[in-house]
């Protein structure tokens, strides 16, 4: 389990890239402590792209909600969606100095989830899982999810190690799942 103080920043410096001050409402939890199905779906080191579309039963797609661009890192907070209907959040920052020309300008196109760019361009990649979080959505993240009232949910912070770089470091937030599949 990571310390708390760097867990933490991690957390405030990504929401910190688009202006927010404040964020759902969290705990850290062991990743025993992750209930089935979320589980499955973040407790692991592969790339939650495949995860959800396995889970989900198909493609999922992306769509960029914001997004912010200096010359050292691109940012982005996303959904992922099932069928128009989003499967889960995420804030990520991405160092581009680190990342091949061709992986670099994948990205910046914001057509495809990061996970395939980095599988279609063979990056040796290591998805390294920093901390398990137990979520209750605030209202922006309500929204998102189409939630009409708050429903607990789980998520990861985790950092994608990339050619043996620490490349991208993310906050990724599963939907709430519905009752039937828990």
């Given at each position: 389990m990571p310390d708390k103080p760097a867990f933490l920043e991690t957390l405030k410096s990504l929401y910190q890239l688009f202006g927010d001050t404040?964020?759902?409402?969290y705990r850290i939890v062991p990743p025993a402590s992750v209930p089935?199905?979320?589980?499955?779906?973040?407790?692991?080191?592969?790339?939650?792209t495949v995860t959800m579309e396995a889970f989900h039963g198909g493609p999922v797609r992306l769509q960029v909600l914001a997004r912010r661009v200096s010359d050292a890192w691109y940012g982005r907070k996303i959904l992922l969606l099932r069928e128009q209907c989003p499967v889960?959040?995420?804030?990520?920052r991405i160092?581009?100095?680190?990342?091949?020309?061709?992986?670099r300008a994948a990205i910046l196109r914001e057509d495809t989830p990061l996970g395939y760019i980095l599988i279609a361009h063979n990056?040796?990649?290591?998805?390294?899982?920093?901390?398990?979080l137990q979520v209750?959505?605030?209202?922006?993240?309500?929204?998102?999810?189409?939630?009409?009232?708050?429903?607990e949910t789980y998520g990861r912070i985790a950092v994608i190690h990339c050619n043996?770089?620490?490349?991208?470091?993310?906050?990724?937030?599963?939907a709430p799942l519905p009752l039937a599949t828990q």
């Amino acid at each position: 389990m990571p310390d708390k103080p760097a867990f933490l920043e991690t957390l405030k410096s990504l929401y910190q890239l688009f202006g927010d001050t404040s964020w759902p409402s969290y705990r850290i939890v062991p990743p025993a402590s992750v209930p089935p199905p979320y589980h499955r779906l973040l407790v692991h080191h592969e790339h939650m792209t495949v995860t959800m579309e396995a889970f989900h039963g198909g493609p999922v797609r992306l769509q960029v909600l914001a997004r912010r661009v200096s010359d050292a890192w691109y940012g982005r907070k996303i959904l992922l969606l099932r069928e128009q209907c989003p499967v889960q959040f995420g804030i990520m920052r991405i160092h581009l100095e680190l990342c091949p020309p061709a992986v670099r300008a994948a990205i910046l196109r914001e057509d495809t989830p990061l996970g395939y760019i980095l599988i279609a361009h063979n990056v040796l990649r290591y998805i390294e899982p920093l901390a398990y979080l137990q979520v209750v959505p605030d209202a922006a993240l309500c929204r998102w999810f189409g939630l009409a009232q708050p429903r607990e949910t789980y998520g990861r912070i985790a950092v994608i190690h990339c050619n043996r770089q620490p490349t991208v470091e993310l906050l990724e937030v599963s939907a709430p799942l519905p009752l039937a599949t828990q």
